[in-house]
């Protein structure tokens, strides 16, 4: 029989489409409330002439991209001339200069001003090939071979004296191009300060993304067309970053004993760290308004005496675990893609919580899950679970008040439950020390303690599913 799931799309493909960015109201779904930041920043800057370069940092997947579409869109509906340049889509050009030149080339709106900016850049741009490695590398083919092919340098014989020549000439040539170079830059930044000048009001925002994600060679490439030819009076560089992997990119392209730091002063002018997102805001808003799950009822409270395995249940536990494991926004953008797979593919009833958190620690460690999955029987297998489901909580202790029925919750349902006329002996997900240090606190947590251990030895009926049901469950559903 074959197996269901190859014949499945990618879960990419059950994602749906974010709401674009309004340019009439550019902050109407901003969930994670960064406006204030923007407002911030635009306080600091806007009275700012000189050249400069800002970061807006924070890790990938965190939410920067959304962060400065919205922010050029607030600005430009205030009148502030923005472009922006996706540094991640030119990452096949082999010189950045002209891809920085073609997209902001491509914004400005004035033909008068594009006419000027472009000849001025291509003149810059020929001055720039003509001192390429390359350039230089077939000047002295053609210097040495005249007429005939590369291919045929291989018989010649040179001495000394003839050396010496096709070096000097070689020298002349390059100081040639180098001069044609230095005059070319001066004419691009005078004209490229005159436009800010004269058609943006003194005032141009450069909005740079995905910059980290780039070839470290062309990252740093990027940076010092930036600083050498781009920074004029009144040229604000916002660089949409994970500093961490700008740094990484310094060391990997000049050495690892490079101190990546303070290199990055000549570069950057000041880096802003946007703070970390709550997970659970975003969480909300996909839940309702991008896979509307609320709609297709996949979850119900459930009855108070039993419990918790409802709606507020599964944004309490999966809150919990996406700060655990560090999800990142991106992370979770996925976890939902491949729930809203699950969930289309499954009527789990009561269970669809265990799923959800199974789903979960799939999208975590796949290795790991492989690993449990493959053996759901054996003591060994399980083994692996207590360690991994241990190392995760330890993330979340000390238990509070607001999250020990949610830590009890996930405790049930990655335990072995013992099933009413079934020989499975229960089993805890956790070490005994373990769980006796999770109920250890101020709390009272006696009764939900002795609830938990009453479902997973089958001394009360359980709604929850436990995590060996969950994956049989999901085993036709690869991801």
Request: hydrophobic residues 40%.
């Amino acid at each position: 029989m074959v197996d269901d799931s190859e014949y499945l799309p990618p879960p990419h493909f059950y994602k749906k489409e974010a709401i674009e960015v309004s340019s009439d109201d550019p902050w109407k779904n901003d969930k994670l409330d960064r406006k204030k930041h923007a407002d911030k920043l635009w306080n600091i800057i806007k009275d700012i002439a000189q050249p400069m370069v800002m970061t807006v940092s924070a890790p990938y997947g965190m939410g920067k991209s959304t962060f400065i579409d919205c922010w050029k869109a607030d600005l430009e509906k205030n009148e502030v001339d923005c472009v922006k340049f996706n540094a991640w889509e030119s990452d096949f050009a082999e010189d950045a200069f002209s891809a920085f030149v073609a997209s902001i080339y491509d914004q400005l709106k004035d033909s008068e001003v594009k006419a000027n900016f472009i000849s001025s850049a291509k003149k810059l741009g020929s001055a720039i090939a003509k001192n390429s490695p390359k350039f230089l590398a077939r000047s002295i083919v053609k210097l040495l071979a005249g007429e005939k092919t590369a291919s045929e340098l291989e018989n010649y014989d040179l001495n000394e004296d003839d050396l010496a020549e096709i070096a000097g000439d070689i020298a002349n040539d390059s100081f040639k191009f180098h001069a044609e170079l230095s005059n070319s830059v001066i004419t691009f930044r005078d004209e490229f300060e005159r436009l800010i000048e004269k058609k943006c009001r003194g005032k141009l925002l450069i909005f740079v993304d995905e910059l980290d994600r780039c070839r470290p060679t062309y990252a740093v490439e990027i940076l010092e067309r930036i600083k050498h030819i781009f920074g004029v009076k009144g040229a604000i560089f916002v660089l949409a970053v994970d500093r961490a992997q700008l740094l990484n990119s310094f060391s990997s392209v000049y050495g690892a004993a490079l101190d990546s730091e303070r290199y990055s002063r000549k570069f950057v002018d000041w880096h802003y760290e946007l703070p970390e997102p709550q997970r659970e805001i975003y969480s909300r808003f996909l839940y309702y308004e991008i896979f509307e799950f609320d709609r297709q009822g996949f979850f119900s409270e459930g009855e108070p005496d039993k419990f918790p395995s409802g709606v507020s249940c599964f944004f309490g536990c999966t809150s919990m675990l996406f700060r655990a494991l560090d999800f990142s926004l991106r992370d979770i953008d996925q976890y939902f893609s491949y729930l809203n797979l699950v969930f289309q593919n499954n009527s789990a009833g009561y269970f669809r919580l265990a799923l959800a958190l199974v789903v979960l620690l799939k999208c975590e460690n796949r290795g790991t899950y492989r690993e449990i999955i493959s053996g759901i029987s054996k003591d060994t297998e399980q083994e692996n679970l207590e360690n991994s489901i241990e190392n995760i909580l330890e993330n979340i202790l000390p238990v509070t008040y607001e999250n020990s029925r949610f830590v009890m919750q996930i405790i049930v349902i990655f335990s072995i439950h013992k099933k009413w006329n079934s020989n499975v002996e229960p089993k805890l997900c956790v070490s005994k020390e373990f769980f006796t240090k999770v109920t250890e606190s101020d709390l009272d947590n006696e009764s939900l303690r002795n609830r938990a251990l009453k479902l997973i030895s089958g001394e009360v009926a359980s709604h929850t599913m436990s995590w060996p049901e969950a994956m049989v469950a999901l085993k036709d559903i690869e991801f």
